[in-house]
């Protein structure tokens, strides 16, 4: 494992250095206000007019349309959606000025070779493991977001410093920057959405509310029981992994946990991750997610309908009517 701190930053690697951030949701505004705030020159690259040109502005940030953005810039973070980046690159590759950087927040497109950068470019990547709000809060009060770092191509000889000088400037040499490459980001990344973070938890959650209201529990416990209690657990894990969740749980929880937990998820469950891990990096997945975007998404949108109509959704919207916090909090 090799994890860089501020002390292994060149301070002179992106000195002078303009820096075009294209996008301003999230990642975008966080890196933007982040990288200003360090002292560098930032551009971001908008659509002139929109919500993004805005809140830029209003933020203090120099704003311009994206082919402007990108002209003089030394180096551009490319932070807007994975399917919109392909077009976006054909679109202003041709204004990249000879020798910039390219910088990515997830390796997506160029591992799966969607975007094929020009050979004179530095390409790079830098993966904060928070999301933006998280990433700007941290800096904000002098802490940090750990980062991943990777080089996918080195023109000028000098990639990785830039790379590194730029996770510097938005915070996460404070919390530790990993180094990686472009492949194992982007293979884990999908992995761990699709079979843990996303995909696996959310089925799991759902998989035991129905097996407690098919068995003529009322839909409101088993909402609390399979659901609602799971950001404790979840919160005991974030902070002291295994060992604080143990700490904190009923010794019943414990001896639950550690007899009937391995028989939920099993060996038969692991083989099906090993599946979903080969789809991965075969390129299965890619193939199947950039298809379905190109033919209008017509599957997506079906099954994403159909996951936000379950019982436990209903059930939930009424039971959290009645918690006032979690609205304030989403607010």
Same mark, same amino acid.
């Given at each position: 494992?090799?994890?860089?701190?501020?002390?292994?930053?060149?301070? +002179?690697? !992106?000195?002078?250095?303009? *820096? =075009?951030?294209? &996008?301003? @949701?999230?990642?975008? #505004?966080?890196?933007?206000?982040?990288?200003?705030?360090?002292?560098?020159?930032?551009?971001?690259?908008?659509?002139?007019?929109?919500?993004?040109?805005?809140?830029?502005?209003?933020?203090?940030?120099?704003?311009?349309?994206?082919?402007?953005?990108?002209?003089?810039?030394?180096?551009?973070?490319?932070?807007?959606?994975?399917?919109?980046?392909?077009?976006?690159?054909?679109?202003?590759?041709?204004?990249?000025?000879?020798?910039?950087?390219?910088?990515?927040?997830?390796?997506?497109?160029?591992?799966?070779?969607?975007?094929?950068?020009? +050979?004179? !470019?530095?390409?790079?990547? *830098? =993966?904060?493991? &928070?999301? @933006?709000?998280?990433? #700007?809060?941290?800096?904000?009060?002098?802490?940090?977001?750990?980062?991943?770092?990777?080089?996918?191509?080195?023109?000028?000889?000098?990639?990785?410093?830039?790379?590194?000088?730029?996770?510097?400037?938005?915070?996460?040499?404070?919390?530790?920057?990993?180094?990686?490459?472009?492949?194992?980001?982007?293979?884990?990344?999908?992995?761990?959405?699709?079979?843990?973070?996303?995909?696996?938890?959310?089925?799991?959650?759902?998989?035991?509310?129905?097996?407690?209201?098919?068995?003529?529990?009322?839909?409101?416990?088993?909402?609390?029981?399979?659901?609602?209690?799971?950001?404790? *657990?979840?919160?005991?894990?974030?902070?002291?992994?295994?060992?604080?969740?143990?700490?904190?749980?009923?010794?019943?929880?414990?001896?639950?946990?550690?007899?009937?937990?391995?028989?939920?998820?099993?060996?038969?469950?692991?083989?099906?991750?090993?599946?979903?891990?080969?789809?991965?990096?075969?390129?299965?997945?890619?193939?199947?997610?950039?298809?379905?975007?190109?033919?209008?998404?017509?599957?997506?949108?079906?099954?994403?309908?159909?996951?936000?109509?379950?019982?436990?959704?209903?059930?939930?919207?009424?039971?959290?009517?009645?918690?006032?916090?979690?609205?304030?909090?989403?607010?």
């Amino acid at each position: 494992m090799k994890l860089y701190s501020h002390k292994d930053v060149d301070k +002179k690697a !992106l000195k002078g250095a303009r *820096i =075009a951030i294209m &996008g301003y @949701g999230s990642q975008g #505004r966080a890196h933007a206000l982040n990288l200003h705030d360090s002292g560098f020159d930032v551009v971001v690259g908008v659509r002139k007019g929109g919500e993004g040109w805005k809140k830029a502005r209003k933020a203090g940030l120099a704003v311009a349309e994206p082919a402007a953005a990108v002209k003089d810039a030394d180096l551009v973070a490319v932070l807007i959606p994975d399917t919109a980046q392909k077009a976006f690159y054909d679109s202003i590759k041709g204004h990249l000025k000879k020798g910039a950087t390219l910088l990515f927040a997830h390796g997506f497109n160029v591992h799966f070779k969607q975007v094929k950068p020009r +050979k004179d !470019l530095d390409v790079v990547l *830098i =993966a904060p493991k &928070g999301p @933006g709000d998280l990433v #700007r809060r941290q800096y904000q009060e002098g802490a940090g977001v750990p980062c991943l770092i990777a080089v996918a191509q080195d023109a000028s000889g000098k990639a990785h410093a830039k790379a590194l000088a730029y996770a510097h400037g938005i915070g996460g040499t404070r919390g530790g920057v990993l180094e990686t490459t472009f492949a194992e980001e982007t293979e884990t990344d999908l992995f761990g959405e699709q079979a843990v973070l996303c995909g696996g938890a959310t089925e799991l959650v759902v998989k035991g509310f129905e097996t407690l209201v098919e068995a003529g529990y009322q839909p409101e416990v088993a909402y609390y029981e399979c659901l609602h209690e799971l950001k404790l *657990i979840v919160d005991l894990l974030y902070e002291g992994g295994l060992a604080k969740m143990h700490k904190f749980i009923s010794e019943t929880a414990k001896y639950g946990d550690l007899t009937r937990g391995p028989r939920i998820v099993n060996e038969r469950v692991k083989n099906e991750m090993r599946k979903v891990l080969k789809e991965v990096q075969t390129g299965k997945f890619a193939r199947q997610w950039i298809k379905e975007n190109e033919t209008g998404k017509a599957n997506y949108q079906k099954l994403l309908d159909a996951d936000v109509n379950r019982q436990i959704e209903k059930v939930g919207a009424q039971l959290r009517a009645r918690m006032p916090w979690l609205q304030e909090k989403r607010a």
